[in-house]
């Protein structure tokens, strides 16, 4: 279980580029301000570096969806709802090595990525998607049905993007080094990067497959269930293993996705870590005399007794009617603040009988009244009034 920023900003923004930016433009954005978050750029102590590498991973999740012309398509009309089951990369889950060899060709640095490498093929990488919950369902844990999209190999070339009976050539680019010597910086250094046209594997399909055209991978909806733990919060991520993007080459294991929760708004209650809050409204007599309510649970209809002479603002709390804790089980309180109403319309009668109180009511014996009164009388002996202009 791992918590995430809920409040996501404009991926506009992030890449500081306007609603009409090119796909060079959205490019060119990402790439300059991505490189500056490189962990060999960033002066200063470990903080800097962990800012930096929030900032990246913002940057290539703004960059995931501005430069996918259908993702951002959904953007532009529904904001980031508009990307639920889209099946997202989940970069929080991602390491920064990982990342750069995602974007190796955009960033010209392959990170561990590329032929050099010798850790053997690469995991697949973690995806993300989201689910809404109300708060019924967090009280007592639900089985829920995900839907997203993802990328799997291609089922006609096995993931290896060649139409079959094909095979691979060097790459013409590279010479099948997978690395290319690119000036940097006015010309002022010679880079070694990934190879922009083989993305650093030195060698590319002769004939590409005619199914996902030389991708080796193919979108597919998946429909998958979940327990969601009772207790859980808003934000918490509940990890389904094996349910992100294949392994490199369809040999490595998959990723993970990454279910992150929501809670639908409750008509009634307010959630405060394992506590609910209610507000209750109460009549003058309620309060004055004590009552009897009959007051709303997540667990059913419950009575709450309040006594003679409850103030308005007062909570009360039920015990064990709130929310169970996610690791001991154990349930929050429910909290009730009553809240005195004054009648706006009243009946003849009740007039009458409210105007006969008022007769015999001696203000001095109300707790808030009377404190209120003493404090008037409190601050003119002691102050001098201000002048008035
Ligand atoms: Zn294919
Ligand atoms: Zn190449």
């Given at each position: 279980m791992t918590g995430m920023a809920t409040d996501k900003r404009d991926y506009y923004d992030v890449l500081g580029?306007?609603?009409?930016?090119s796909a060079d433009d959205i490019r060119k954005a990402y790439r300059a301000r991505a490189l500056q978050c490189h962990p060999d750029r960033v002066q200063g102590d470990i903080e800097a570096k962990k800012k930096a590498e929030a900032e990246f991973k913002e940057l290539s999740e703004a960059y995931e969806v501005l430069s996918d012309g259908g993702k951002r398509q959904r953007y532009d009309r529904f904001?980031?709802?508009?990307?639920?089951?889209?099946?997202?990369?989940?970069f929080s889950h991602m390491g920064f090595d990982d990342i750069f060899s995602m974007f190796a060709d955009i960033l010209g640095m392959g990170g561990q990525g590329g032929?050099?490498?010798?850790?053997?093929p690469r995991r697949g990488y973690d995806l993300e998607t989201s689910i809404t919950l109300t708060l019924e369902e967090v009280a007592s844990g639900a089985p829920k049905t995900l839907e997203f999209q993802r990328q799997d190999?291609?089922?006609?070339?096995n993931g290896s993007g060649?139409?079959?009976g094909t095979g691979r050539r060097a790459c013409p680019t590279c010479g099948g080094y997978g690395q290319v010597a690119r000036s940097s910086f006015g010309g002022m250094f010679q880079a070694v990067t990934a190879?922009?046209?083989?993305h650093g594997a030195g060698s590319m399909v002769e004939t590409p497959c005619p199914d996902c055209k030389g991708s080796g991978r193919q979108a597919v909806n998946r429909k998958v269930e979940v327990k969601v733990p009772a207790g859980i919060h808003e934000g918490q991520a509940v990890r389904v293993r094996g349910e992100g993007e294949p392994g490199e080459g369809g040999e490595a294991s998959r990723g993970d996705l990454h279910c992150y929760v929501r809670l639908a708004p409750h008509p009634l209650f307010e959630r405060h870590g394992n506590d609910l809050y209610l507000r209750a409204p109460i009549s003058f007599a309620q309060a004055a005399l004590g009552a009897e309510l009959e007051i709303p649970t997540l667990y059913g209809p419950d009575t709450l007794k309040i006594p003679a002479g409850t103030q308005t603002g007062h909570v009360f709390k039920v015990a064990k009617k709130g929310l169970p804790d996610l690791q001991s089980g154990r349930k929050g309180g429910l909290m009730v603040q009553v809240v005195v109403e004054t009648p706006t319309k009243m009946t003849g009668k009740q007039e009458q009988l409210l105007r006969e109180y008022a007769k015999t009511?001696?203000?001095?014996?109300m707790p808030e009244s009377r404190g209120f009164f003493e404090k008037i009388k409190e601050y003119f002996s002691s102050s001098k009034p201000a002048k008035e202009e």
């Open positions: 580029v306007g609603k009409t930016a904001g980031h709802e508009g990307l639920r089951g889209v099946g997202m990369h989940d032929r050099g490498r010798s850790r053997g190999l291609c089922d006609k070339c060649a139409a079959p190879c922009p046209r083989c009511e001696d203000r001095s014996v």
